[in-house]
């Protein structure tokens, strides 16, 4: 997509113009540095220890429970079970 190094700011309005419903990230601090009730996008942000696979595998039904649910301007934080 040639997306990388896009600043979290940036990169919540190009998601939000390109059409996408929702940012999964694991930055547990972008909700704190970014105004996103006023993002034309939902964030989900995965609670883990690591970004290691093994960390968050284990997250990956309530991952998609939220999916389902969150909606534009929302943010769900999704911790280990």
Do not use: C
């Amino acid at each position: 997509m040639g997306w990388a190094g896009i600043a979290n700011g940036a990169l919540l309005r190009r998601a939000s113009a390109e059409g996408f419903d929702a940012l999964l990230t694991a930055d547990q601090n972008l909700e704190y540095q970014q105004n996103l009730p006023e993002a034309a996008i939902a964030v989900v942000v995965l609670v883990a220890k690591a970004n290691r696979i093994s960390h968050l595998l284990p997250l990956v039904p309530a991952l998609l429970r939220a999916l389902a649910t969150v909606r534009s301007g929302e943010v769900i934080r999704v911790p280990p079970p």
